[in-house]
C-alpha cells in the first residue's frame, strides 16, 4: 500500500515530509487543517505511504453503499455527530485498548466550516491511556503532507493546545478563511 500511496500523492503533485518512529506502535493521530473534502483524498494515501496501521473517524452519512464498504474496508468508523455521547468515547478506548499496534485518526475540527474552537476527544482519549498524539498535517500552499511533532499528553489541556496551536500556525489549509489558527479558546 506504501507505493500506491506514494504513486496517488505523487499524481497530485504531493509531496511527504517526514515519517512517524517506527518504534511508536500505538497511538492517537490528528490531523489538520480540514477545510475541504479533498483532505480525505490526500489523507487516505498519506497514511498508507507512511505505513499508519489505523482507522480513522468519518460522518456516519457517507456511510451509504458503495462507499461505505469503502470506508470500512479501510478502517472508517462511522461517527454520528449529532449524538456526543460517553459510550462512543468508550468505544474508540476499547479499539485502542485492544490492539497492539493501531492509530486512531482524529480531524479535532470536526468539520469543514470554520470553527471556534477543536473538539478535545482526541486529547482526551490519548491522555487517559497513556498515548503519544501524533501531529500530521496537510499544507496546500507547498502541497506537502507531513508528521510533525510527537505530543505526549500533560494533562494540562490548556497548554498542551497551546503547542498544537503554535504548531498548525503556519499551514496552509485548501481554503484558508475556514481555518482557525486560535482554536484554544481561552477562559
Known amino acids: 500500500m506504501k507505493k ?3 504513486f496517488l ?19 492517537v493521530l490528528i490531523a ?8 480525505f483524498i490526500i489523507a487516505l ?7 499508519v496501521n489505523g482507522k480513522y473517524l468519518i460522518k456516519k ?3 451509504w453503499w458503495p462507499l461505505g464498504a469503502f470506508l470500512r474496508a479501510t478502517g472508517g468508523i462511522p461517527v454520528d455527530r449529532s449524538n456526543r455521547n460517553i459510550e462512543f468515547v468508550e468505544k474508540l478506548k476499547g479499539v485502542l485498548r485492544e490492539s497492539d499496534q493501531l492509530s486512531l485518526l482524529f ?5 469543514r466550516s470554520h470553527t471556534r ?19 500530521a498535517y496537510a499544507d496546500y500552499e507547498k502541497k506537502l503532507v507531513g508528521v510533525g511533532e510527537i505530543l505526549y499528553p500533560s494533562g494540562d489541556v490548556n ?20 481555518f482557525n489558527k486560535k482554536f484554544f479558546v481561552r477562559s
Open 4 to 6: 500506491l500511496g506514494l
Open 9 to 27: 500523492l505523487s499524481l497530485m503533485g504531493w509531496k511527504i515530509e517526514n515519517t512517524i518512529p517506527s518504534d511508536l506502535k500505538k497511538y
Open 32 to 39: 489538520a487543517p480540514h477545510t475541504s473534502n479533498i483532505d
Open 45 to 51: 494515501p498519506s497514511m498508507w505511504t507512511l505505513g
Open 61 to 63: 452519512e457517507l456511510f
Open 107 to 111: 480531524t479535532p475540527e470536526g468539520t
Open 117 to 135: 474552537k477543536w473538539k478535545t476527544g482526541f486529547y482526551r482519549i490519548a491522555h487517559s491511556l497513556d498515548l503519544p498524539i501524533v501531529l
Open 159 to 178: 497548554a498542551d493546545l497551546l503547542k498544537l496551536e503554535e504548531f498548525y500556525k503556519d499551514k496552509v489549509a485548501r481554503y484558508p478563511d475556514k
